[in-house]
């Protein structure tokens, strides 16, 4: 199993431009999930996917969509990029296992906006 | 809302003890989890403590938590230099897929 993986691994962007981040889960996992991570303030949530064919919003939706294209792929779109998307763009899948969610991330996406 | 705080930094020797250590605010956390995370790479979970307990062990990991005071550690024993990493300490509700995480504690270990 390949896990959750996650493309492209480094991008630039100049201001303005748009770009889909992709991501995929061979584990047969409901939710899914896209984080941004920026030093010294962890993880923050931008959107969820309880189960195929729903999505919500986390902490840090705005300037951000995404689509549940299937059980598998949770896909990110960054319609207009901003310098403040400049941050390191991580997917996971969780499942349910006593109670608990667990969740397993991809490598993540580096995304640097100028 | 819901919070979880930790500190940035932790410098230990190799083969020395390190306990890092982590505060939350949400007093329904059920699930209270320590994810790692090497350079370059995601984070993966390291081990997790149910609500209702005051400690696990798991080889070299030790977890402890107080409900009371809100305060989740977790103490590696005989730390290596592979064990050099940022530690992530995230809370979760029952039922709840959201996870809160902390800011992650970057762990040096010395030669």
């Known amino acids: 199993n390949a896990g959750v993986t996650q493309t492209p691994k480094f991008q630039v962007l100049k201001t303005g431009q748009s770009m889909t981040l992709q991501c995929a889960q061979d584990m047969n996992h409901n939710s899914m999930y896209w984080y941004r991570q920026d030093p010294g303030m962890g993880l923050r949530l931008i959107y969820y996917?309880?189960?195929?064919?729903?999505?919500d919003k986390g902490e840090v939706p705005n300037g951000y969509n995404v689509s549940r294209l299937n059980k598998r792929e949770f896909s990110l779109r960054l319609e207009s990029a901003a310098p403040s998307q400049t941050s390191v763009y991580f997917c996971a899948s969780s499942e349910l296992r006593e109670g608990s969610y667990e969740q397993y991330f991809g490598p993540g996406t580096r995304l640097t906006v100028t | 809302g819901e919070d979880v705080e930790q500190s940035l930094f932790l410098s230990v020797r190799e083969g020395d003890s390190s306990v890092i250590n982590c505060t939350y605010t949400d007093s329904s956390s059920t699930y209270l989890y320590w994810y790692k995370q090497e350079p370059g790479a995601g984070l993966q979970l390291l081990t997790y403590i149910f609500s209702n307990m005051d400690m696990k062990q798991d080889q070299r990991l030790t977890v402890l938590l107080n409900k009371k005071d809100k305060h989740l550690s977790l103490r590696i024993a005989d730390t290596q230099t592979g064990d050099s990493a940022i530690y992530f300490c995230?809370?979760?509700?029952?039922?709840?897929?959201?996870?809160?995480f902390g800011a992650g504690t970057r762990l040096f270990v010395k030669a």
């Open positions: 995230a809370e979760s509700n029952t039922g709840g897929f959201k996870t809160i």
């Open positions: 996917s309880a189960s195929e064919g729903t999505t």
